[in-house]
């Protein structure tokens, strides 16, 4: 016999994966971050105070860059809330280093070229408001 309850279940979790994968895709496009940058933080690890003092190694090419350090992190906690970026962990706790997640390395190897794709002005606009009022 079937359980009515387990299919539901699971279907709603897959809907529930499918959003995150395509909302987490979404951010990748939308955000300045080149491929290296993905790179690296799967690699190295990196810092916002690191990928400020590189910009030219990190930012996408003909797109507006952060103004400060300090909105490079707010960046990266924005891609750590949608499940992107984790932060790295020491013997002392929570570092400022960050790297990415499973579910990072997952939508990049998928689609590698993912961080150079233009979003579209509603996308932008979606991730704007998602950003500004997120659903918790």
Same mark, same amino acid.
């Given at each position: 016999m079937v359980n009515? &309850?387990?299919?539901?279940m699971k279907s709603e979790m897959e809907?529930?994966? =499918?959003?995150?994968k395509k909302r987490a895709a979404q951010v990748?496009?939308? =955000? $300045? !971050?080149? *491929?290296? !940058?993905?790179?690296?933080?799967? /690699?190295?690890?990196l810092n916002a105070q690191r990928v400020w003092q590189e910009t030219p190694e990190y930012r996408l090419t003909g797109v507006s860059w952060f103004q +400060?350090?300090? &909105?490079?992190?707010?960046? !990266?906690? %924005?891609?750590?809330t949608v499940g992107v970026l984790r932060r790295e962990v020491d013997g002392q706790g929570l570092t400022a280093r960050i790297r990415l997640t499973p579910l990072g390395r997952q939508l =990049?190897?998928?689609? $590698?070229?993912? $961080? *150079?794709? /233009?979003?579209? *002005?509603?996308?932008?606009?979606? +991730? !704007? @408001?998602?950003? @500004? %009022? $997120?659903?918790?």
């Open positions: 009515l &309850a387990a299919v539901a809907l529930l994966d =499918l959003r995150s990748i496009r939308c =955000l $300045p !971050f080149n *491929t290296r !940058f993905y790179s690296d933080a799967q /690699q190295i690890g +400060h350090a300090d &909105a490079i992190e707010a960046a !990266f906690r %924005w891609l750590i =990049l190897e998928q689609s $590698p070229e993912l $961080p *150079t794709q /233009q979003a579209g *002005t509603l996308e932008r606009l979606q +991730h !704007f @408001l998602r950003r @500004l %009022w $997120p659903i918790r």
